[in-house]
């Protein structure tokens, strides 16, 4: 019952998703509570997938991206987080903590002009 789920904010938020089905921000809750819980309720691939999800009805949400750019990186799906990192480097204003995220991965990639261009834009 929902009284109980609010005792869970994870079960509270898949609750609230699976009754508005269609609300990216009640999946995007979701994501974010299993995430800063570090609940099982759902696992990496489902995260994964939720996040595409929210982002292919909108794109613009920059912080699930940010969040989709790691649970990439988590599940080993490097290029597919350096996708991510890059749209988020070109299409909004990354925060410090971004750059330096992206630009470990770049180098990981052995692409030392990318993470040294984004190691620039730190604190700039």
Known sequence: SFSYAVGQPPRMWQ???????DSWVAKAALV?????????????S???RTLE??????PDQHG????LARAYQ???QSRNALREYRYLLREST??????EESAKL??????????NNARERINN
């Open 15 to 21: 609750f609230i998703a699976e009754e508005w089905d």
């Open 32 to 44: 974010d509570s299993v995430i800063r819980s570090e609940s099982d309720l759902i696992g990496e």
């Open 46 to 48: 489902e995260i994964i």
């Open 53 to 58: 999800e929210i982002l292919e009805a909108s």
């Open 64 to 67: 699930e991206r940010s969040l």
């Open 74 to 76: 988590d599940a080993g």
């Open 94 to 99: 990354p925060s410090n903590e971004l750059l």
């Open 106 to 115: 770049m180098d990981s990639l052995g692409l030392s002009w990318e993470a």
